[in-house]
């Protein structure tokens, strides 16, 4: 396993484990899994409050308890979610939220707990100040902002620090080796070019989610394959079918599944940054781990996302 460095909270593995399928109906799934991943180096959780309406926090807290394995892990859990009413970053809903989710993970503590959309209708301040009282209460160590743009963030972490409270120390929107055309749901943040540049020049870490794109790498979707209208959505274009070829190309001469060639290509941006893999079977995961082992140069980097002809 590789690790980076996160404000406040120290390594965190480099592949983070998405939880967002566990269930406590299926506990056999979700612990063969995390046992797995704790037993590969893996110590990066993500969940949040609206996944599967609070079984995928309740599974991790059962597995919690079954292994007593809270010392070896960081928790990422996400709160303040939109619902059917719209926007919801109030006080009063982060404090629910988080309330709900330590309670089902059945800790005292949430080592990174993300805002997972952003209002830009509001004022930073308030939100921060509303974050801050549950770091100063313990109920969180450190801060981070899901689906919330770079320059938000520069706000907000710069009314944190002209009042002396704890700022966002990451940042989770998506990043893969597919560009998304469009958000895939409501409210979602890609990181392009200009957004990845401000990770390096900042060094600001960046946790991706779909960071394999949904799948678009695996070789179930070709441009006369339509039956997923999501992923038409979203993935169909020419520049992604090109990504897909030279990442199929790539992986034949390394030996590898172009889907490990795309996680790799997640894994050796030039900034921090962690992506979050949502396996359901074993093989799944045995796949997306042997991205780990894959190096790509800089110049392959670049010539995988269309930004050079040669490497």
Not at 11 to 30: E, I, R, Y
Not at 51 to 74: F, K, N, P
Not at 274 to 289: D, H, I, K, M, Q
């Amino acid at each position: 396993m590789r690790y980076a460095d996160v404000e406040g909270i120290g390594p965190c593995s480099q592949l983070v484990l998405g939880t967002m399928a566990f269930s406590p109906d299926n506990m056999d799934q979700a612990r063969t899994l995390l046992d797995a991943f704790v037993d590969l180096g893996g110590n990066t959780l993500d969940t949040a409050h609206v996944y599967g309406g609070g079984r995928s926090e309740r599974a991790i807290g059962r597995w919690l308890q079954e292994r007593g394995h809270r010392d070896r892990v960081v928790i990422i859990t996400k709160g303040a979610h939109p619902d059917r009413s719209g926007p919801r970053v109030t006080p009063e809903a982060i404090a629910g939220d988080l309330g709900q989710s330590l309670e089902r993970l059945g800790v005292d503590t949430v080592d990174i707990y993300m805002l997972h959309r952003d209002d830009p209708r509001l004022p930073v301040g308030g939100i921060m100040e509303a974050l801050a009282e549950h770091v100063r209460a313990g109920r969180v160590r450190a801060l981070g902002a899901s689906n919330w743009t770079t320059g938000r963030i520069e706000e907000a972490n710069a009314y944190a620090a002209a009042h002396g409270l704890p700022g966002f120390v990451c940042s989770s929107p998506n990043l893969s080796l597919a560009v998304a055309r469009e958000p895939r749901w409501r409210g979602c943040i890609s990181a392009g070019a200009e957004e990845r540049a401000w990770h390096e020049r900042t060094g600001f870490p960046l946790f991706s989610w779909s960071s394999q794109a949904g799948g678009f790498f695996t070789g179930r979707y070709s441009p006369e394959e339509t039956d997923d209208p999501e992923m038409v959505r979203v993935y169909y274009t020419p520049e992604n079918w090109e990504r897909l070829r030279r990442a199929e190309e790539l992986g034949r001469e390394k030996g590898v599944h172009a889907t490990q060639i795309a996680l790799a290509y997640v894994l050796h941006q030039p900034f921090p940054c962690l992506a979050l893999f949502g396996p359901l079977t074993t093989l799944e995961f045995r796949s997306s781990v042997q991205g780990l082992d894959v190096r790509l140069t800089p110049g392959e980097v670049r010539w995988l996302n269309l930004e050079s002809e040669g490497r």
